[in-house]
């Protein structure tokens, strides 16, 4: 979210928009400060960054570590700008390969990029810095942000609280898993979108199998303890899958022999795995990982208890380990900002990733703290880290060119025309490994042209006039090849090969520490 305070700047650029006109909540938007009630602040008494004066870089602060804000980050210019970034986190997560580094495939710091090596003015530059802290509140009329910093009681107050002035804000806060307020998700399940959720399945995996092995333990609650169930059928939830299928055909079976016959993997979908997959790959996946001991049950969660969940038609589901992936929604911090939200509670936007929400405001919106909806209100923006990034990009070249017009100050933008920088809202394809060597690659998205493999190297291959579909080995060749590729510095490319190479040659690590 990018803000820039005088209202008279809409009036002089190439894009017309009115708040009221595309969306009706606007108008008691532009009304109220974009402060979390909730938080009390005394902007007299707080610490923290003064405005710039004449003579200073203009400051940009941004609030999240994720894909748009890292990619918004690497991208921006800060000859022009000085930078503060403002997170509960110091590093970005490489999501696709999160599930590899439950089972042991992966280290944890293979996926983790510190933050201070995609954008090295947050280590160097003296007027930029990080901050480990959450954002409580903005006031766009003081060009002010309200800060929590991470619990801890050396520091003078706990809670502190700080604030930071800037004449430019971004806001890629994030998105929080979707849990459709069934109860007790929050209190028993595991999610995964952060290293630490990966170490907590990581430890509870482990745990569960060396305790199955004690003596006295009855067989059905050893079959509980390592009953695995995940929930959601999409790509995150079927890599998981596959990797946890992978790590019991490879490495339970030989490691943990007196309980092997016992661990089960359990995949529940309301629908149908992987939606948004061309309906082949569907088929490809569900056969393989039925083949490989995942049983596939087709149903909607009611309640989760602390050992067995409930479904709505009766069902009851002991587990072990529940892992819930059903998607993200919006965080409580977007919650509560006072802006016109799309149905569902996540920012609304159009197609410049801009939305008037305050009377003397305007705001460009990154990440899955946002959709694009089209003139009849139709969503058409993804919830990707591919997509995420891409709008991370764009708003960094926008921003250069805003800083080169001298327009980087609080308020000294409105001259400046935003029609110049086209944004582009495609995506590249969707990739999904399923363990064993086999994954997905559905490119039909870009109408790629790719040169047909024989039957005997891919298992499944599909061709269209919208691109290509394929699953099966050199799928997984092509997985492998292209997250490598993706991952954000040399030094993790490096850590994650010598994982994959070590885990092909000696099995995965099943140590648990701590």
């Avoid at 108008?27 to 004066?53: H, K, M, N, Q, Y």
């Avoid at 995150?236 to 309980?259: A, K, N, P």
């Avoid at 006039?465 to 050199?474: E, N, P, R, T, V």
């Amino acid at each position: 979210m990018f803000i820039n305070k005088p209202r008279d700047a809409f009036q002089h650029r190439s894009i017309s928009m009115t708040a009221q006109c595309h969306y009706p909540a606007a108008a008691a938007a532009e009304r109220a400060p974009l402060v979390d009630s909730d938080v009390e602040v005394d902007d007299r008494r707080l610490p923290g960054l003064e405005p710039t004066i004449p003579g200073e870089k203009p400051r940009v602060a941004i609030l999240g570590t994720g894909w748009a804000a890292c990619r918004f980050l690497k991208g921006l210019d800060t000859k022009i700008y000085d930078v503060v970034c403002i997170s509960p986190r110091n590093h970005m997560v490489f999501t696709p390969l999160l599930a590899s580094t439950c089972v042991g495939t992966l280290e944890f710091r293979s996926v983790a990029e510190p933050v201070s090596r995609i954008q090295s003015a947050l280590a160097g530059a003296p007027n930029s810095y990080f901050y480990l802290a959450s954002c409580t509140g903005v006031d766009t009329d003081k060009h002010e942000v309200y800060c929590e910093a991470v619990s801890s009681a050396r520091l003078p107050s706990d809670p502190y609280r700080f604030k930071v002035a800037y004449d430019k804000l971004v806001i890629a806060a994030g998105a929080d898993p979707l849990t459709f307020n069934i109860r007790g998700v929050k209190e028993h399940a595991l999610f995964l979108r952060e290293v630490n959720h990966a170490q907590e399945i990581r430890k509870k995996l482990l745990l569960n199998l060396m305790l199955s092995e004690n003596p006295g333990i009855s067989e059905e609650e050893r079959k509980r303890l390592l009953h695995c169930v995940v929930i959601g059928g999409g790509p995150t939830g079927v890599e998981f899958s596959g990797e946890l299928s992978d790590f019991i055909m490879r490495d339970v079976r030989q490691r943990y022999s007196h309980v092997k016959d016992y661990i089960q993997v359990t995949l529940i979908e309301a629908n149908e795995i992987l939606s948004s997959f061309d309906v082949g790959l569907r088929q490809y996946a569900t056969k393989h990982l039925t083949r490989s001991g995942v049983h596939l049950v087709q149903g909607v969660v009611k309640e989760v208890l602390p050992d067995k969940i409930l479904l709505s038609d009766g069902t009851n589901v002991p587990y072990g380990l529940l892992v819930w992936s059903t998607g993200v929604g919006p965080s409580q911090f977007v919650k509560s900002l006072a802006i016109p939200k799309s149905p569902g509670g996540r920012i609304g936007i159009d197609e410049w990733f801009c939305s008037v929400f305050h009377q003397q405001t305007m705001c460009l919106h990154l990440g899955t703290v946002q959709v694009f909806l089209n003139r009849q209100g139709k969503q058409v923006l993804p919830a990707l880290a591919q997509v995420a990034e891409r709008q991370g990009k764009y708003l960094a070249e926008l921003f250069r060119k805003i800083g080169k017009a001298n327009g980087g100050k609080a308020g000294c933008a409105k001259d400046i025309p935003l029609s110049g920088i086209p944004s582009s809202t495609s995506t590249f394809g969707s990739m999904a490994s399923v363990g064993r060597y086999k994954a997905l690659v559905d490119l039909r998205q870009n109408k790629v042209r790719i040169k047909r493999f024989t039957s005997k190297l891919c298992a499944l291959i599909s061709q269209d006039a919208k691109g290509l579909s394929m699953a099966g080995f050199i799928s997984w060749v092509i997985w492998r090849s292209a997250y490598l590729t993706r991952v954000v510095s040399w030094r993790n490319r490096f850590y994650v090969a010598v994982n994959w190479a070590t885990t092909f040659v000696f099995g995965r690590d099943n140590s648990r520490i701590g």
